[in-house]
């Protein structure tokens, strides 16, 4: 499916708009449907973000009160995140623990408005794994309580006293089924103190990650969201926000330099395209970009440097419609799951193995376990697709088959 309806169209508008806040020529909107547009822009989270520019639309009252809710539950999140996360910060530096915020305020400060970014919980990384004891012990003494289901093995979820989500994360990303760069994402990462910067919101220290890995922690947010359910149009948005300011070159370099040491080249072009194509992120020297031709550039001193090259628009546009009907924020397809490799008995057993040694990190490395781990995997696999999700196992292979030769359009891993 290569086009796009005239809501969506119109959405896509709307998000550059508010991103670059510059006003363009007015949009268009005989014959669109303005609630769909509305619920899409709910679906995706970036209804807040849009608000100012949704205002020169003809929304009956009813709609711009809706709206109008909607960012101020936001704007109210935004604030009560960021204060949780300035809490435990606060508690864990104070007794030696180094600790890392992803994502939340350190991403936010790219946005036009910082509060119109939605956040529901607070995600920390801890750069020194042998602390990760310690920190437990500490949050659990503060009242805070860790779950007793995990479902994932790079972070551990945690209640706080007030019923928010912490997830302390003791890797960036979930391991993926290549354990070359699953060591080499490790190695990055691991950072002492001093390597930590800080910066100020709203006179509080908060501790991030340097930009070069900044930026490949987004990349690697969207690639590994994309390899399991997808993501939506919210994770573009930082893409959008982040390169829109003027990154440093010394920066830039490295980020390509990592990107290339992951064979994520194909990867990064195609989501930048997307941002380009549709997004608004600039490519007029504004921002860290530059645009010739089909390549994306940028300056080091008196150099011009290669940043990327454009994606064909076909390939944009699958990738596109994929974000679009992602199960974590666009309107969801039920039958979707992990996606693979390629579309080869090979790739369904390479992620069918993966998706064991996910579940089962421990148990899986005895060769004698496996076949009990993968019937066990199986059943419940085939017991949420049918009974959770109402779909049938034909429908949801065929659905990672759809997926799947997008991969190898796009040349995942292939570079």
């Not at 340097?210 to 994309?226: I, N, R, V």
């Not at 040694?357 to 781990?373: D, E, G, N, Q």
């Not at 066990?376 to 779909?391: C, D, E, S």
Request: aromatic fraction near 10%; charged fraction near 20%; include cysteine.
């Amino acid at each position: 499916m290569k086009y796009f309806t005239r809501e969506e169209t119109l959405l896509f508008e709307l998000i550059a708009e508010s991103l670059v806040q510059t006003v363009h020529k007015d949009i268009g909107v005989a014959g669109v449907n303005l609630d769909e547009v509305l619920s899409l822009a709910g679906y995706q989270a970036v209804l807040p973000m849009i608000y100012p520019a949704l205002k020169k639309l003809p929304l009956t009252a009813k709609q711009l009160a809706a709206a109008n809710a909607v960012c101020k539950n936001t704007a109210m999140e935004y604030y009560q995140i960021f204060f949780l996360a300035r809490a435990v910060v606060r508690l864990l530096e104070g007794q030696g623990i180094s600790v890392i915020l992803l994502k939340g305020v350190t991403a936010a400060r790219f946005y036009p408005v910082a509060e119109a970014r939605k956040s529901s919980d607070v995600d920390l990384l801890l750069p020194d794994l042998s602390q990760l004891k310690q920190a437990s012990v500490i949050l659990k003494e503060a009242g805070y309580h860790c779950m007793k289901e995990q479902l994932t093995n790079h972070h551990q979820v945690w209640a706080t006293p007030d019923n928010h989500v912490l997830e302390l994360h003791t890797m960036v990303a979930e391991p993926f089924d290549r354990h070359g760069l699953n060591a080499y994402i490790e190695s990055l990462y691991t950072l002492q103190p001093g390597e930590i910067p800080h910066i100020q919101v709203m006179g509080a220290e908060i501790p991030m990650l340097p930009e070069k890995l900044l930026a490949f922690h987004l990349l690697l947010h969207m690639l590994q969201d994309f390899l399991r359910m997808g993501f939506g149009l919210k994770l573009l948005c930082v893409w959008v926000v982040f390169w829109n300011h003027k990154a440093k070159a010394e920066d830039m370099e490295a980020f390509l330099q990592y990107t290339a040491d992951c064979r994520l080249t194909n990867f990064l072009k195609t989501v930048t395209s997307v941002c380009v194509r549709y997004l608004g992120l600039q490519t007029d020297g504004s921002g860290s970009f530059f645009r010739q031709g089909d390549m994306l550039l940028y300056r080091h001193g008196h150099e011009t440097k290669v940043f990327c090259q454009m994606a064909p628009q076909e390939l944009c546009d699958d990738f596109l419609r994929e974000i679009l009907e992602a199960e974590r924020y666009g309107k969801p397809q039920t039958n979707r799951t992990a996606v693979m490799r390629g579309t080869h008995l090979r790739d369904y057993f390479r992620e069918f193995h993966h998706q064991t040694a996910l579940s089962f990190p421990k148990a899986s490395r005895l060769v004698i376990t496996l076949p009990v781990l993968y019937l066990l995997v199986l059943i419940r696999f085939m017991y949420n697709n049918h009974t959770v999700r109402g779909q049938s196992l034909w429908s949801v292979l065929n659905k990672a088959k759809q997926r799947s030769r997008l991969v190898e359009h796009m040349g995942l891993f292939k570079e």
